[in-house]
């Protein structure tokens, strides 16, 4: 056999290899669930406005890439081998450690300390905390706030030698230290990191705490607030089960079983009305044993705490809506969790609430004519939504009050740049505040003053 023939037959080879993945399409079919994404849909010629698709053949490509066959087991094989020969990853979400360990990579730059908040956005943060602590207390709510720490936060001695954190401090450590004197504020962070576990309190191959981290959070929430926790029967034991969701993403195509903890107690809490799994958007729970009420806005860390949660109290919320809704907050125990590395988040977006009166009568601002000032209001249904963002002629030093005066009337805003609504800007200017007013108000009718902490005012025209 000449080797013109071992050519061609290598090629033939080779090019039937290749064709195996689409000659199998219309038979596999491929599954976003695991990759925790949405899959590329089919392109079309034409767009929507009629016009032709130039970015067809782009397109086409991510969708054949997604929905090619035995791609969950290429993507799996791939990610095996880089894993386990470079210690890297294949997948840009997901930061392979050492012994089995992974995080997840949005909180790298927590974990680094790089790109962290400025200092008046860790201001910002903190007074719109204060503002609803303030108005939970004016209606016979009790309020705590607390963060869950990213799994590199504690468990950093897995991360890559290559990461190596710089001498700036977290946007964690440096909201916590502003909050620390505070009643309301549970220091996350520390419970964990006090807590005499041989178990690891998070799962080796998810972004999550488990359920006796939970547990521990939990307890320190409840102590908090002073009040017993919940039962935890008589033991705790152990089972592989859990499907990590980032070796989901990083291995798609195995059962990657990680270890979860469980305890023998029988909760007896109750479902009301329609519930399809823990991530539901709004969980409402009730139970015999309980006692109060709790409102309880959540990310996905407070599914493993929510049994226990919903074990303590006679009636309970749990909801994963933003804005955070937080009218008819009376006698309740209003708790509000979120993930490290979302603290940004909490300068977003303004709570659904009445904003709180004000009165500025002792100011002496002086007025800026700034052209670049945006102000907008909407009309919600049940409040008038007042939002926008102002220069940095506005802003001196690294704390301010926003003040706006409508109808009449002035109230405190929240520090919150309503970035869905506005678009991408400055963060840390903006302004945002629902008020209740049957008026017909327009920007042209609205003043925006700013206090600052070195006790300078300005206000808008």
């Known amino acids: 056999m000449n080797k013109n023939v071992l050519y061609r037959l290598y090629a033939a080879a080779f090019v039937g290899v290749c064709l195996v993945p689409s000659a199998l399409m219309p038979v596999v079919k491929n599954s976003s669930n695991k990759e925790k994404r949405t899959l590329a849909a089919f392109p079309k010629v034409k767009t929507e406005s009629g016009k032709l698709n130039f970015d067809y053949f782009s397109q086409f490509e991510d969708w054949f890439s997604d929905h090619m066959a035995l791609r969950q087991q290429l993507v799996t094989a791939d990610g095996r081998l880089r894993a386990s020969l470079f210690g890297t990853s294949a997948n840009s979400d997901v930061i392979v450690g050492t012994d089995g360990w992974l995080y997840y990579a949005a909180t790298s730059d927590d974990y680094l300390r790089l790109n962290t908040l400025s200092e008046r956005g860790v201001s910002n943060i903190t007074h719109n905390l204060g503002m609803i602590a303030d108005y939970c207390e004016k209606n016979g709510a009790e309020f705590i706030f607390t963060s869950a720490p990213n799994k590199n936060t504690l468990y950093w001695e897995h991360m ?197 009166e004000a009165d500025i009568s002792g100011l002496s601002p002086k007025t800026c004519e700034d052209g670049d000032t945006v102000i907008k209001v909407e009309d919600n249904g049940m409040f008038r939504h007042i939002y926008g963002a102002l220069p940095d002629g506005f802003f001196s030093g690294d704390s301010s009050v926003i003040y706006v005066t409508a109808g009449g009337r002035t109230y405190e805003a929240f520090s919150c740049y309503e970035e869905r609504k506005l678009g991408e800007g400055c963060r840390d200017n903006g302004f945002s505040l629902y008020i209740a007013s049957d008026e017909d108000i327009s920007a042209d009718d609205i003043t925006v003053t700013v206090l600052n902490g070195d006790g300078s005012a300005v206000r808008t025209k």
């Not at 401090?169 to 576990?197: H, P, T």
């Not at 972004?207 to 705790?236: F, Q």
């Not at 729970?285 to 493993?304: I, N, P, V």
Request: proline residues 5%; aromatic residues 12%; charged residues 25%.
């Open 160 to 356: 890559p030698f290559n990461y190596i954190p710089s001498d700036n401090r977290s946007n964690y450590e440096r909201i916590a230290g502003k909050l620390a004197d505070k009643a309301w504020f549970c220091d996350m962070k520390q419970v964990i990191a006090s807590a005499d576990s041989s178990i690891p309190l998070y799962h080796k191959t998810d972004t999550h705490w488990n359920n006796l981290g939970a547990y521990v959070g939990h307890a320190g929430i409840m102590d908090k607030l002073g009040r017993e926790y919940c039962p935890a029967g008589s033991s705790w034991f152990t089972r592989n089960d859990r499907l990590g969701d980032l070796a989901a993403m990083l291995y798609p195509a195995e059962e990657a079983k990680d270890m979860q903890v469980y305890n023998d107690y029988e909760y007896t809490y109750v479902y009301d009305g329609r519930f399809n799994a823990l991530d539901d958007v709004t969980i409402n729970t009730h139970c015999d044993k309980g006692e109060g009420e709790l409102l309880m806005f959540r990310d996905s860390y407070g599914e493993a705490i929510l049994p226990y949660m919903a074990e303590c109290f006679a009636k309970a919320e749990f909801s994963r809506a933003v804005p955070y809704r937080l009218v008819n907050v009376n006698g309740k125990t209003v708790i509000i969790e979120i993930v490290e590395r979302n603290l940004g988040d909490l300068q977003k977006y303004a709570p659904l609430m009445p904003a709180p």
